[in-house]
């Protein structure tokens, strides 16, 4: 693009970063077009298909003449699915007005920032965080304030972290538990304790994005808009893509006060309208029915993650922790900085990455878009084989830096 060009476009876009998940996952493909065998553990997708009997309500609603426009905020049967789900799981009591399906959990968080925000207004980031918290800030005027918890708490941030980043321009407080990308699940008590410290400032409200629910490794969920104190200020945050390997049907969902579901319905009816109609009937019935192929897939993940832990603690300088759900393990790799193969020095986790893809064709995802720049980002949710594959082609390309 010439410079001519690239002058016409808005300050909004030129400002903004691309999605470091999806640029390695493009690298990876381009690198793979050329002939090599790439393995791309970069992106957050379930290998794993669309359980059958999900499909088949998809399949049963288009013959049912579910193909119109639907509601802004989701078709009825879908809202009232979600109410059942949040009560069941969650110890979350809303109205059917207080649900708003979007087109993926990523624009149910856009609608709230864009919703929520005014110029200036403070946004506490647990940190790492998922890559595109950050830009979503900004786009909608807020300021991003990250909150660091390094690999030594686990990647958890404290309640005295909290505390100590609360300002009097703070509004909103985005976390996500289980965490993309580390894979860290935050306790009943350690939320109790954050929600304690929200609680006593009146004008702070919580964004909970719960996306990873299902693939919870602790024997249980724990929801920080549970608690009475700041049950009026939590909106929780999740969808289809991850327990219900539902990638490509784009369904997100929020659960929150009414003013700020109707905002949120607002907003998104002059984007997109309402999602798909025969794809929320299939979710709808995800929900009700039987979860048993979900369980299975976490089963699987689980069984995945050992696998990987064992493997990567066999490579020397590889610090890893105890990831507790999601589907990724985040290394720290700053003991490999200053070290080289005679032509590649690796002075950061970019240049970590790079070196992995160029030299093992082995894809993965730089903490530093994060929030974390000593670590990368590995997604187990691929195959033994080719994780076992890849992490043999990760263990000989560092053993070649000194």
């Known amino acids: 693009m010439s410079s001519t060009m690239t002058n016409q476009l ?113 946004v506490i980031i647990f940190s790492p965080y998922w890559v595109s918290y950050y830009e979503i800030v900004r786009l909608g005027g807020g300021v991003p304030v990250p909150v660091y918890a390094g690999i030594e708490q686990d990647f958890k941030v404290t309640a005295e972290q909290v505390k100590a980043a609360i300002t009097d321009k703070t509004k909103l407080v985005l976390f996500s538990s289980p965490c993309n990308p580390t894979g860290s699940v935050y306790t009943h008590d350690e939320l109790k304790s954050i929600a304690d410290i929200i609680a006593e400032r009146e004008n702070i409200y919580i964004i909970s994005d719960e996306i990873y629910e299902y693939i919870n490794f602790t024997g249980g969920h724990a929801s920080i808009g549970s608690f009475e104190n700041v049950r009026d200020r939590t909106v929780t945050v999740n969808g289809f893509s991850k327990g219900f390997a539902m990638t490509g049907w784009r369904l997100g969902y929020i659960g929150g006060p009414l003013w700020i579901a109707k905002a949120c319905a607002k907003m998104q009816g002059q984007f997109t309208s309402g999602a798909t109609a025969f794809g929320q009937m299939a979710a709808a019935h995800a929900l009700t ?30 610090k890893i922790n105890d990831p507790q759900g999601a589907f990724y393990i985040f290394p720290d790799i700053s003991s490999f900085f200053g070290k080289s193969d005679g032509t590649t020095t690796i002075n950061n986790a970019n240049d970590f990455c790079e070196y992995l893809l160029q030299t093992a064709y082995v894809g993965v995802v730089t903490g530093s878009a994060f929030g974390a720049d000593n670590c990368f980002r590995i997604s187990y949710a691929s195959s033994e084989e080719k994780l076992i594959e890849a992490i043999k082609r990760i263990k000989k390309a560092t053993s070649k830096l000194s």
């Open 10 to 122: 808005s300050q909004r876009i030129l400002q903004m970063s691309e999605s470091a998940t999806i640029k390695m996952a493009q690298m990876a493909r381009d690198l793979a077009a050329k002939g090599h065998d790439v393995i791309s553990l970069s992106l957050g997708e379930p290998d794993f298909d669309t359980p059958q009997h999900i499909k088949d309500a998809a399949a049963k609603a288009l013959t049912d003449g579910y193909t119109k426009y639907t509601p802004v905020p989701g078709l009825v049967e879908l809202r009232k699915a979600i109410v059942t789900k949040f009560k069941r799981d969650n110890n979350l009591d809303f109205d059917i007005n207080q649900i708003v399906v979007s087109n993926g959990a990523k624009q149910s968080i856009a609608n709230l920032a864009l919703t929520l925000l005014n110029d200036g207004d403070e």
């Open 289 to 318: 029915s039987d979860l048993s192929p979900t369980f299975k897939m976490r089963e699987a993940y689980l069984k995945r993650r050992d696998l990987v832990k064992s493997l990567l603690t066999e490579i020397p300088g590889m």
